[in-house]
C-alpha cells in the first residue's frame, strides 16, 4: 500500500507562488524511483483535471496549457518526493492539488485513468 501525503496548500493573493510537496511511503513502495508521479487538481463542482507529471528519472514532464509556463513539477528519488511550484497564481487554480502516483512503473501518461494511488488533497486557494 502506497501513502501520499500532500502539504503546502493555502491562500495567496493572484501573482503569487506557492510550492506543493508530495511525501511518498509505504511498505511496499521501495520503487519510487520507477513510477511517474502526477499532480491533478479539483476546483469545487468540476471535475478532477491533470496538471503535470514528471517521469521515473525526471527526464521528461508535461504540462496542462493552462499551467505552462507557470507551474514547474520535480522530484527527489532519494527522499520519495515530488513538488510542485506554482508561481503566477491566477483565481481560475483554485482547487484542491493532488499528488497521484502512476499505476504501471516506467510508464507515463496524463489521463486519470494511468494513476492508482492518490493522497488526499490540499487546498489552494488565489484570490483576486
Known amino acids: 500500500q502506497v501513502q501520499l501525503v500532500e502539504s503546502g496548500g493555502g491562500l495567496v493573493q493572484a501573482g503569487g507562488s506557492l510550492r506543493l510537496s508530495c511525501a511518498a511511503s509505504?511498505?511496499?513502495?521501495?520503487?519510487?524511483?520507477?513510477?511517474?508521479m502526477g499532480w491533478f487538481r479539483q476546483a469545487q463542482g468540476k471535475e478532477r483535471e491533470f496538471v503535470a507529471y514528471?517521469?521515473?528519472?525526471?527526464?521528461?514532464?508535461d504540462y496542462a496549457d493552462s499551467v505552462k509556463g507557470r507551474f514547474t513539477i520535480s522530484r527527489d528519488n532519494g527522499k520519495n518526493m515530488v513538488s510542485l511550484q506554482m508561481n503566477s497564481l491566477k483565481p481560475e487554480d483554485t482547487a484542491v492539488y493532488y499528488c497521484?502516483?502512476?499505476?504501471?512503473?516506467?510508464?507515463?501518461?496524463?489521463?486519470?485513468?494511468?494513476?492508482?494511488?492518490w493522497g488526499q488533497g490540499t487546498q489552494v486557494t488565489v484570490s483576486s
Open positions: 497521484a502516483k502512476a499505476k504501471w512503473p516506467r510508464s507515463w501518461a496524463n489521463g486519470r485513468g494511468a494513476y492508482d494511488s
Open positions: 514528471i517521469t521515473w528519472s525526471g527526464d521528461r514532464t
Open positions: 509505504g511498505r511496499t513502495f521501495s520503487t519510487f524511483s520507477t513510477y511517474t
